[in-house]
C-alpha cells in the first residue's frame, strides 16, 4: 500500500497533520481513490497520531466520507419531500434499470454508484441529483437517460 | 403586529456598488462601536434560524480578550426546503464576504472561514474568485482578516454552530453543551463568531443603507427584510425576499397554487400550518427565521410528508444523545404501527408526549424541533395519520 502512504504524506503536507487537518485530508484521500478504504485510515491515524477508532469514527459521520467501496461516479439523488413530491422515484427507478443495481449499491465495473441523500439545497428546481460535485435539477426519467447516457457512453 | 400585507423588498440582491468592497471601505472608517450599535438598533436577528440578535453577538464577542478570535459564515445549510444561502454565495458573495470582514473589524478577528456543505463544492471556483479580490482590497484597507473555504462532509447537525466547530476541529459532528459559547470558547477554543450567510449579508446591507431605513421593514418583533425559499406545490418556486410580518394567508394567495392544504414554515425543523391557521398566523413571529416554506397542496398524503421528515430525522440525529437517538427512530416505528393497525390511533397522543419529552430533554436544536412538525402535523392532520 506504498500508494496510500504516498497520498497521506502529500495530502499532510498540504493541510497539516494536526486534528483539523482530518477532514481536508480525508476528503484528499476520496477525491482521489473513491471511498476510505481500511488501509488509508490506517494510514491517517498513523500521520496524525491518533487511534484509527477515531479516524474510522469521525468518518463513519458524515455521509460524503464513505469507508465503504464506491464507484468512480457517486450518484446522489435528494430524497427530502419537496424531490420527492416531484417525482423522485420514478427518477431512481429509471436509474436502477440503466445500471442494473438497486440504491446503495455499486456497479460490478465499480464505474457507478446509485445513492439516496437528504437535501442538496435544489428544492425550488427537483427532482434534483448530483454526480460526484456536478447538479443536475428538474430531473424526470427522460432527462436522466440523456445525462445517465452520456456518462455510461463517454465518462471513464 | 402584523401589517397584513406581503410587500416584495429588493434590498439584498440589489446590485453591488459600483466599486468593489465600497461598504467595507466606508464601514472602516466608523467607529466600531458605532457599528455594533447601528447593527444591535437595526433589530438584526439571526436568519439561520435560531434567531439570536446578531448586534448583541457581535458586542460580547468584542469584549472577550484573546490573541486570536475566529468568524465563521455557517454556510451548512441543510434544512431541507432551504436554498437561499446557495443563491447568496451564487449571485451576491461580496456582500456576505463583507459582511464577514465588517464583523471581523469590529469584534477584532483576523482569521474565518466560509463551513461550506459539501453538496454545494460546484460553487468552490467561484467563490475563490470573489476571496482573491477580497483579499486585494483587505490589504489595500489595511485590515488584517483573512478568509478560506473549509468543506463540510454531509451532516446535517453541522449546522448547529459548536456541532460545525467540532467538524472543523476533525471530530464527529457532535454539539457540545452551551454554555460556554462559541463567541467565549469556539474554534480550537477561541472565541469565535458563528453567522449565518444571510446574517452577514443584511449586516452589509445595514451598514450600506443605514439603520433607520432598514428598521422601516418589519414588525416590532422582526426587523428587516428576510430571504423566503419556495418550493413544494407552487408555480413560483425560488427565492423571494419579502418584509416581515405578513400573513401566512397572503403568502399562500401569492406563492400557492389555488389549492393549497398546507404550509410548511422553518423547515422540518418549524411548524406545518394547516389553511384554517393560515389566517392568524404571521411568518417569523413564534416560528423560526430560516425562511424555509414548503407548500404542500390537496392532494398530498400528510402521513407520507411526516413519514419522509422522521426518516430524515432518524438518520440525521447524530446519536450522542439518548432522546433523539431513539425517540426519532421510535416515533418513525410509531407513526408506521399506528397506519398499519398494529396500535390504535390513541398511540399517536403517547407519541406527541414522546416528541414533547424530546424537546425538554435533547441535547441541542435537532432533537429539540422534532416535536415542532410532529405535533403539528399529528394534531392538525389526525385523521390521516389514521386511515
Not at chain 1, 459521520?61 to 464513505?66: A, G, P
Given at each position: 500500500m506504498a500508494e496510500v502512504k504516498e497520498l497521506v504524506k502529500e495530502l499532510s503536507g498540504k493541510y497539516g497533520n494536526k486534528r483539523e487537518s482530518l477532514i481536508p485530508i480525508l476528503q484528499g484521500i476520496i477525491d482521489r481513490n473513491y471511498y476510505l478504504s481500511k488501509e488509508a485510515m490506517l494510514e491517517v491515524a498513523r500521520e496524525l497520531d491518533v487511534s484509527a477508532a477515531e479516524i474510522y469514527g469521525t468518518a463513519s459521520?458524515?455521509?460524503?466520507?464513505?469507508t465503504e467501496a464506491k464507484g468512480k461516479y457517486k450518484i446522489r439523488v435528494c430524497k427530502s419531500i419537496t424531490c420527492d413530491m416531484k417525482g423522485k422515484n420514478s427518477v431512481v427507478a429509471t436509474m436502477e434499470g440503466m445500471l442494473k443495481i438497486k440504491v446503495g449499491e455499486t456497479t460490478q465495473d465499480e464505474r457507478f454508484s446509485l445513492l439516496e441523500t437528504n437535501c442538496i439545497g435544489l428544492c425550488d428546481e427537483g427532482p434534483a441529483m448530483l454526480i460526484n460535485d456536478e447538479c443536475f435539477t428538474k430531473l424526470t426519467p427522460e432527462k436522466v437517460r440523456t445525462i445517465l447516457g452520456d456518462y455510461v457512453r463517454n465518462k471513464f | 403586529m402584523s401589517n397584513n400585507k406581503l410587500r416584495v423588498v429588493d434590498v439584498i440582491f440589489s446590485p453591488y456598488s459600483v466599486a468593489p468592497y465600497e461598504i467595507l471601505k466606508n464601514t472602516l472608517k466608523k467607529d466600531k462601536e458605532q457599528v455594533i450599535k447601528d447593527i444591535i438598533e437595526s433589530g438584526l436577528r439571526g436568519r439561520g434560524g435560531a434567531g439570536f440578535p446578531t448586534g448583541m453577538k457581535w458586542k460580547f464577542a468584542a469584549q472577550q480578550k484573546s490573541d486570536i478570535k475566529y468568524v465563521i459564515c455557517n454556510a451548512d445549510e441543510g434544512e431541507p426546503g432551504t436554498f437561499k444561502d446557495r443563491k447568496l454565495l451564487v449571485e451576491v458573495p461580496r456582500k456576505v464576504i463583507s459582511g464577514m470582514a465588517i464583523c471581523a473589524y469590529v469584534t477584532g478577528a483576523t482569521k474565518g472561514f466560509i463551513y461550506l456543505r459539501r453538496e454545494y463544492r460546484y460553487l468552490v471556483p467561484k467563490l475563490k474568485e470573489e476571496l482573491a479580490l477580497y483579499h486585494e482590497n483587505a490589504k489595500l484597507l489595511g485590515l488584517d482578516f483573512t478568509i478560506e473555504i473549509f468543506m463540510g462532509?454531509?451532516?446535517?447537525?453541522?449546522?448547529e454552530e459548536t456541532a460545525l466547530i467540532e467538524s472543523m476541529e476533525g471530530k464527529r459532528g457532535e454539539p457540545r453543551n452551551k454554555p460556554p459559547y462559541p463567541i467565549q470558547v469556539g474554534y480550537l477554543d477561541k472565541p469565535t463568531i458563528v453567522n449565518n450567510v444571510e446574517t452577514f449579508a443584511s449586516s452589509a446591507m445595514i451598514c450600506r443603507i443605514g439603520c433607520a431605513e432598514y428598521k422601516k421593514l418589519g414588525t416590532d418583533d422582526q426587523r428587516g427584510s428576510k430571504l423566503f425559499s419556495v418550493s413544494g406545490d407552487s408555480p413560483k418556486e425560488g427565492v423571494h425576499e419579502l418584509e416581515l410580518g405578513m400573513t401566512l394567508e397572503a403568502f399562500a394567495e401569492e406563492f400557492?397554487?389555488?389549492?393549497?392544504?398546507?404550509v410548511q414554515v422553518g423547515?422540518?425543523?418549524g411548524f406545518c400550518i394547516p389553511r384554517k391557521k393560515f389566517k392568524t398566523t404571521i411568518i417569523g413571529e413564534g416560528n423560526t427565521t430560516g425562511g424555509s416554506t414548503m407548500i404542500f397542496n390537496s392532494s398530498r398524503s400528510m402521513y407520507h410528508v411526516l413519514h419522509n421528515y422522521l426518516d430524515f430525522y432518524a438518520e440525521e440525529s447524530?446519536?450522542?444523545?439518548?432522546p433523539c437517538r431513539v425517540g426519532t427512530q421510535q416515533l418513525l416505528k410509531g407513526i408506521e404501527a399506528v397506519k398499519a393497525g398494529i396500535k390504535k390511533p390513541e398511540y399517536l397522543d403517547q407519541l406527541v408526549k414522546l416528541s414533547d419529552t424530546m424537546r425538554m430533554?435533547?441535547?441541542?436544536?435537532l432533537g429539540q424541533s422534532v416535536t415542532n412538525s410532529f405535533s403539528s402535523i399529528v394534531k392538525n392532520f389526525r385523521e390521516e395519520m389514521i386511515y
Open positions: 459521520f458524515y455521509s460524503f466520507l464513505d | 462532509a454531509g451532516a446535517y447537525v453541522c449546522g400557492g397554487d389555488g389549492d393549497t392544504k398546507a423547515g422540518v425543523a447524530c446519536g450522542q444523545c439518548t430533554t435533547s441535547k441541542c436544536g
